[in-house]
Each structure stands twice: as C-alpha cells, then as structure tokens.
C-alpha cells in the first residue's frame, strides 16, 4: 500500500468520547487526506494537508479536526464521535512529482456505538 | 461543475469474457482520469490514468481503458475476465488543488 500505514486498523468507541485516527507515511509525499468510505457514496473528502501545519476542508468536515507536525503523520480527530461517523476511514497521499493519482492507505473500520 | 459518474452499481461477467465498466465525466478544460480497484477489507488500489496522450490506456493486472472525450466517457475493459478480478471499482476525477473526486463504485462479479 504504498508506504502508507493506518492506526488503529479497527476501533469501537462510544457515542461522545474522542477518537484520533493515524497515518503515517515513509514516500517524503506533500499532499495527505483523510476519506470516508460509506455504502452509496463512493469516497468522500474529509479533509487533506498540503504540508506541515498546512490543511484545508473537504466536502465532509463537520465534526472532524487534522493535525499534520511532521511530514509524514496526519492526525484524524473525531472531538466527540457520533453513530453517523461509524464508517471506514482511508488515508492517501499524492502521486508525487507529477503524478496526479492519490495512493492509500490499508483503511481504518471505526464502529461509534 | 465537475464530476463522474458511475452508471452501472454491479456489473456481472462470465470468466473469459470481455468486461467493460462504464464511467463518465463532466468538466470544464482537459480531464485527468483515473481508474482504482478495492478488493474486500483493504484499501484503494491505483489502476491506471488518463492524462493526455493516447485514448487507450493500459494498466496493471491486464486492464485498459477507453478515453473519448466527444462521449465523456472512460470506460474500464479488459479483454478476458477473470474470477479474481471480481472487487469493487471507482472511477475517478482530478479536480483542483491536487483533490480527486471519486464516482460511487461499481462491483464487479465474475463467474466461473
């Protein structure tokens, strides 16, 4: 999966409680995001990081904060989950020089109950 | 605004036969287009893309696919099926700022 590692692979949490989801690369990429994938929707932009401490919104931000200190970490955190953020969450980072495909990650299956 | 569509939600092949998986696109100025595969629990796989050049593509495990811009479309194929390409498959749009816009997916069942 391209250098790119996800953690935790699976998570349970209760309705209210933080959640922080890891990506971490070994590429030296710029770009990293965050997706959700849900039944019908395909894969929806969550938030992404054009560099260090730099970041910007997607179309499904509301509920969701990143963090990016070092090139290749890329922090996801749910401030208080909810039963609608249970959903299988990737990780991608760009194609590199010239290279406008994204590669992901192995996903992330988070169940808020 | 742009987009791409996925207008089939499964396709069902018999295993030799040829498959075609159907996308289309909308957007202003030169489209860069890809082509992704999710086999069960695991996360996208990069196929192939369509930057510029010539309207057929080939990729990896076999695939090609079909760029034509007057249709906006392009189509996943690959000549003979087989069982182990049964996954789900997304085609996908370069939109700006190095973001990608994804269709809804396809799931492909070969038979044998």
């Known amino acids: 999966d391209a250098g790119i590692t996800q953690s935790p692979r699976h998570k349970v949490t209760e309705t209210g409680t933080p959640v922080t989801l890891r990506c971490h690369q070994t590429e030296n990429h710029r770009y990293m995001y965050w997706y959700r994938q849900d039944p019908g929707h395909g894969l929806r932009l969550i938030h992404y990081s054009y560099g260090v401490k730099d970041t910007d919104k997607g179309e499904v931000s509301d509920g969701y904060s990143v963090s990016r200190s070092k090139t290749e970490d890329f922090l996801l955190t749910l401030e208080s989950a909810t039963s609608s953020q249970t959903s299988v969450y990737f990780c991608?980072?760009?194609?590199?020089?010239?290279?406008?495909?994204?590669?992901f990650g192995p996903g992330t299956r988070l169940t808020v109950t | 605004a742009q987009s791409v569509a996925q207008p089939e939600d499964q396709v069902n092949v018999a295993e030799g036969n040829p498959l075609t998986v159907k996308c289309t696109y909308s957007?202003?100025?030169?489209?860069?287009l890809f082509w992704y595969v999710q086999y069960p629990n695991r996360g996208l796989q990069f196929l192939l893309k369509y930057i510029t050049g010539d309207n057929l593509v080939k990729g990896s495990y076999g695939f090609e696919a079909e760029f034509n811009k007057s249709q906006t479309s392009f189509h996943l194929k690959k000549p003979s099926a087989l069982v182990s390409d049964s996954a789900l498959y997304f085609c996908a749009l370069y939109s700006s700022a190095s973001k990608i816009i994804f269709g809804s997916g396809t799931r492909l069942s070969i038979r044998p």
């Open positions: 991608a980072i760009d194609g590199g020089q010239g290279g406008y495909e994204q590669y």
């Open positions: 957007v202003s100025g030169n489209p860069y």
